[in-house]
């Protein structure tokens, strides 16, 4: 093998630029279609990117612990104890960035106009911000100042339908450990703005306040962590379940399906994209390459008439087809990977970006590529392309050497 | 040095055909090109092949050649019968046994004069270094001395036909099968040609065998054979410059 790439190498180099105008068409057409999957993969990197974390960010975290049932009957009845010091080693691990405790109940809260739905989450504010982006989105008031607080802060939105605003006082009722009613006022201190399904959503007050409403002593609902490496998660995950195997430990992609249907969908756009562009590059590939096939028909048959056996015209041929598929993708690496670069700092959506927000991503994008799917989506085309060529490359291996060398003559 | 062509002269013909026929067919049309050609050809024979157009001259070279195969009877080459053989092997034998020169040159555009005959050698496996020494001493035996790293777009007519000369020579087939190789070149570089091919036969003792109507060519042969109508009409031994012309 080594020795026929030896003899066709540098015929097969040379036979590419025999007719530079076509090569250099060729090599635009597999350029321009690699760079568009490149960039408009790492473009959907961002986007899911930002989705995910906007998502996460929230309050998800990359996991969460909860005890048996909790997520299937979210309520005070399914707690659990603060966690021991064995999970609490566990949960100190380098891979994880921060964890937090928190008290999570639905509670029906009620101004002196109107009475609403939300879920009330106890925290300690100061842990919380490691954690949770909402102590950061305060837009009135202030946020919490420590797990004693008695204060409580809505999302602006639920203020605006329950005509409360910070000063005010509101009352929260939900259910207590041992099945009655609890119902506390509480003083509104911070409204915070941000995605509007948790302005709807979530009130919050001090981890020890919430306990002690609801009559559960140290017991919590949730422990949510962080993972910043998403390659260590799974690790992770079945590291904590091992610690505690009677808690339920799940990962973001269970706990917000829908968060984690969207980055699987953008994954698999980026191939879908690929596979279209990859006609596109296809029929200019294959065109291009049985007219050089066809125009050389004369002297594929003086090769095999000198003694060339027909697969090692083949192996010339797709030779060729890998140096010219090959020069196009080294180019489309080069210009992507400076694009991406460029926008290395991340690319602000500007006037658009509430309608990004909307579909869950953030007003900035970071384009992103691993090097290992950067490499993979360039040997995918690469391989492709030495795939459809093998076509004309097998046209040329079977032609005959009397009907071929009359064919041009 | 002794060459295979003489190594096979005691052992008999280099190549024989027996009973040879190919018919085309067109449509609903069969064109019988070659019709039951009985042809011995001794090893170091310099023989011409000649005869009008449709003939049969290039049919017969491409069947004893091995790039077409006969409707009916037996080519065989050193020995070895040719309609035994499949596509592969076929191929192997014109690499090891066979050369040939085209009328129209054929050399391989983007290698220069030197690595087109290398590429042959390439092909047998041969060495680098030792390639290069004999495809410089083969330009060098065809006058071309010098030229080596030209490409074929920078020769003439009839240095790109002396590169396919030495090209045809150069791994030392058994026989060497010229069609028409001076219908493109002009008198001077025709004769020249001829006379270069003559040369090598009689020190290489390779056998040459030439499709040709050129007189200047049928002057040097030893044996001459005219074909009509896919038959072979006349066969005779000839001394060089005494032929029919």
């Known amino acids: 093998m080594i020795a026929a790439l030896r003899l066709l190498g540098p015929l097969a180099w040379r036979n590419v630029w025999r007719n530079p105008r076509r090569t250099i068409i060729t090599v635009v057409v597999v350029a321009v279609g690699l760079y568009s999957i490149l960039v408009f993969a790492a473009l959907l990197n961002a986007w899911a990117q930002s989705s995910r974390e906007t998502t996460l960010n929230l309050l998800t975290g990359s996991g969460q612990i909860h005890a048996q049932g909790y997520l299937d009957d979210p309520t005070v009845s399914r707690r659990m104890p603060a966690p021991d010091a064995k999970l609490q080693a566990a949960l100190a691990t380098p891979a994880i960035s921060a964890w937090v405790e928190r008290v999570r109940v639905p509670a029906v809260i009620e101004s002196e106009y109107k009475a609403l739905p939300v879920t009330l989450l106890g925290v300690d504010p100061a842990r919380e911000r490691r954690v949770s982006t909402i102590p950061g989105q305060v837009a009135e008031g202030s946020y919490l100042s420590g797990s004693t607080d008695a204060g409580i802060v809505l999302g602006r939105h639920l203020a605006d339908r329950l005509k409360t605003r910070v000063g005010k006082r509101v009352i929260v009722m939900a259910q207590k450990a041992n099945g009655s009613l609890a ?227 | 040095m002794l060459h295979e062509a003489q190594a096979t002269a005691a052992a008999g013909p280099i190549v024989s055909c027996r009973g040879v026929q190919k018919v085309y067919t067109l449509g609903a049309v069969k064109v019988p090109a070659l019709n039951g050609i009985d042809l011995d050809i001794a090893a170091g024979d310099f023989a011409t092949l000649a005869g009008p157009s449709g003939s049969g001259k290039t049919t017969l070279l491409n069947m004893i050649g091995g790039l077409d195969r006969p409707t009916a009877g037996t080519v065989t080459i050193a020995g070895e019968d040719l309609g035994k053989f499949d596509k592969n092997r076929l191929t192997e034998l014109r690499l090891h046994k066979i050369g040939f020169v085209f009328q129209a040159y054929n050399l391989i555009p983007v290698l220069s004069a030197a690595e087109n005959i290398e590429f042959i050698l390439q092909l047998l496996g041969i060495a680098a270094s030792e390639r290069r020494r004999r495809a410089v001493a083969a330009l060098k035996d065809v006058g071309l001395e010098g030229m080596e790293d030209r490409r074929p777009a920078y020769l003439s007519g009839g240095q790109q036909q002396r590169v396919a000369v030495a090209r045809a020579l150069v791994a030392r087939p058994a026989i060497v099968l010229a069609d028409e190789p001076t219908a493109n070149l002009d008198s001077k570089t025709a004769t020249d040609l001829v006379a270069l091919m003559a040369r090598l036969n009689a020190a290489s003792g390779i056998t040459f065998l030439i499709g040709t109507h050129d007189a200047r060519v049928i002057a040097h042969a030893r044996r001459h054979i005219e074909m009509t109508d896919g038959r072979i009409t006349a066969d005779e031994n000839c001394h060089p410059n005494d032929a029919l012309v």
């Open chain 1, 183 to 409: 119902e506390q006022a509480y003083r509104v201190v911070g409204l915070f703005a941000g995605n509007m399904n948790a302005e709807d959503a979530y009130a919050f007050t001090g981890l020890s306040t919430a306990q002690t409403m609801l009559g559960i002593g140290a017991s919590i609902s949730e422990i949510s962590f962080d993972v910043p490496d998403e390659a260590r998660l799974g690790s992770v995950i079945a590291a904590l379940s091992r610690v505690a195997p009677g808690l339920d430990v799940s990962p973001w992609t269970k706990l917000s399906p829908l968060a984690a249907a969207v980055d699987s969908f953008m994954r698999a756009f980026v191939y879908i994209w690929l596979w279209i562009m990859f006609v596109f590059m296809a029929i200019g590939i294959v065109n291009t390459q049985l007219m050089a096939v066809f125009e050389r028909l004369r002297e594929f048959g003086l090769l095999q008439a000198l003694g060339m056996r027909p697969r090692l015209i083949l192996l010339q041929v797709c030779l060729e087809s890998a140096m010219l598929i090959g020069i196009g993708v080294v180019i489309g690496m080069a210009v992507s990977a400076a694009t991406v670069a460029a926008f290395h700092g991340g690319i602000d959506l500007g006037f658009l970006a509430q309608g990004a927000e909307y579909f869950g991503a953030g007003h900035v994008l970071y384009p992103q590529l691993a090097p290992i799917q950067f490499a993979e989506l360039s040997l995918l085309i690469w391989g492709l392309g030495i795939g459809v060529a093998l076509w004309p490359a097998r046209k040329a291996a079977k032609s005959s050497p009397v009907e071929a060398m009359s064919h041009a003559s």
